[in-house]
């Protein structure tokens, strides 16, 4: 497993942008580059919803289509870490945003649901004012 930390979140007004970020801990970065990594999101009274995935090359992206032309994700592995690019947002997307990693094999594509994955984050709340 891996130790995550996401960081970016606020509040917002809509229309606004806000980048999430997703790093490895510690020694943990060691595999983050072997991870595909998702974004989930759960607002209040609600099932947790995905959001965004990647794949560990970041050639393979997926995107919701709840927010598709609006969030962008992408990777730096250099870095360890993860971005999600959030533009146009809207009330709807209130929630707190988690990301979520597993490390795979080269050619496993990245999953949408969240028993693809087994390390997961503390969340970041993500407020967006009308």
């Known amino acids: 497993q891996v130790a995550l930390v996401e960081s970016g979140g606020g509040l917002v007004q809509a229309g606004g942008s806000l980048r999430l970020s997703c790093a490895a801990s510690?020694?943990?970065?060691?595999?983050?580059?072997?991870?595909?990594v998702g974004w989930f999101r759960q607002a209040p009274g609600q099932e947790r919803e995905f959001v965004a995935a990647i794949s560990r090359s970041g050639g393979n992206r997926i995107v919701s289509d709840s927010v598709k032309g609006r969030f962008t994700i992408s990777r730096d592995n250099a870095k360890n870490t993860v971005n999600l690019q959030m533009d146009g947002l809207k009330p709807d997307d209130t929630a707190v945003y988690y990301c979520?990693?597993?490390?795979?094999?080269?050619?496993?594509?990245?999953?949408?649901?969240?028993?693809?994955?087994?390390?997961w984050g503390q969340g970041t709340q993500v407020t967006v004012s009308s």
């Open positions: 510690g020694s943990s970065g060691y595999t983050f580059s072997r991870c595909n």
């Open positions: 979520a990693a597993k490390s795979v094999i080269l050619t496993v594509p990245p999953g949408v649901h969240s028993e693809s994955y087994d390390s």
